[in-house]
């Protein structure tokens, strides 16, 4: 397997990025970044990005998270940050993130885990609170989801084919517009930090063609994943956006299909798709009721 890594020297002066990278080797010798911030014996918390960002997204609730006493521990998806990157895009799937994502938590040994998933955190995370729930604690999703086969939603529609199709794939200016702010151009140029060549983007590129939304092969596997989630008790608390046109009223299904987000706390916070750019206090709040739910 062709693996491409970006050299260090990209990451380095980054704004608001001052946590010390962290690396486990998983199968076929990939090595997955990490941060892994806090008290090691406390609590952890799985901030999970999606697609086309990196642990960047998460900079402005790492901190806020372990001052309320969270040990936070921030991956970078293979393809994606710090992490190695498969130059074909054959080596990618849904169900190949999923599984390289169950042997990090495996290679950790992470329990008691508070999942934060946003966008494919959602989808990845999500799966893997299903295949291992006895690993987790609760769940705080924001502006993400878990389809099985309905149709794509026109905005969705729209992202996908431009991910496919479109000439450059501008990865910080794509963050840009799905937040709701402007962005700095130093910040811009943190997400496009671990992407300088164009085969650096495979995995941003195929990641929308893999939503199972129509008929998709991971169909079955979400059905499976929806089937787990619908005896999945513990505290399960939606917190997305009023500003996103991709996810909006997405909170329903989980509030009516899940046991544990009966009672909790649902609430709406203020932003775009990106919502951890434009409310990071709002979404370190929703984790802590998790944490408090229990």
């Not at 960002?53 to 372990?66: E, F």
Request: glycine content about 8%.
């Amino acid at each position: 397997m062709r693996v491409y890594r970006t050299p260090d020297d990209r990451f380095a002066g980054l704004p608001d990025w001052p946590f010390a990278p962290q690396y486990v080797e998983i199968a076929d010798g990939l090595r997955v970044h990490h941060v892994d911030e806090g008290d090691a014996a406390a609590r952890p918390v799985l901030m999970l990005h999606g697609e086309p960002t990196w642990g960047y997204l998460y900079r402005k609730m790492i901190g806020p998270a372990v001052d309320a006493g969270f040990r936070v521990v921030v991956p970078d998806l293979i393809g994606f940050g710090r992490s190695d990157k498969p130059l074909e895009a054959s080596a990618y799937s849904y169900a190949q993130q999923v599984a390289w994502m169950r042997q990090w938590i495996e290679a950790l040994d992470l329990n008691d885990i508070i999942l934060a998933c946003q966008d494919w955190g959602s989808l990845i995370g999500l799966r893997l609170v299903a295949e291992m729930p006895e690993r987790f604690a609760g769940v705080a999703l924001s502006n993400g989801g878990l389809p099985e086969g309905q149709p794509a939603p026109r905005a969705f529609a729209i992202w996908r084919a431009f991910s496919r199709y479109s000439p450059v794939f501008p990865i910080g200016r794509i963050v840009n517009a799905g937040a709701k702010r402007s962005l700095t151009p130093e910040e811009i140029a943190a997400y496009d930090a671990p992407f300088p060549t164009r085969a650096a983007k495979v995995a941003a590129r195929i990641f929308p063609s893999f939503v199972p939304l129509g008929d998709n092969v991971a169909v079955p596997d979400q059905k499976r994943a929806w089937a787990a989630l619908e005896a999945f008790d513990k505290p399960f608390l939606c917190c997305f956006a009023d500003g996103d046109p991709i996810t909006r009223g997405g909170d329903a299904l989980f509030v009516e299909r899940i046991p544990g987000a009966r009672g909790m706390a649902h609430r709406t916070l203020h932003g775009g798709h990106f919502i951890q750019e434009n409310d990071p206090a709002g979404f370190v709040a929703a984790i802590r009721d998790v944490a408090a739910a229990r």
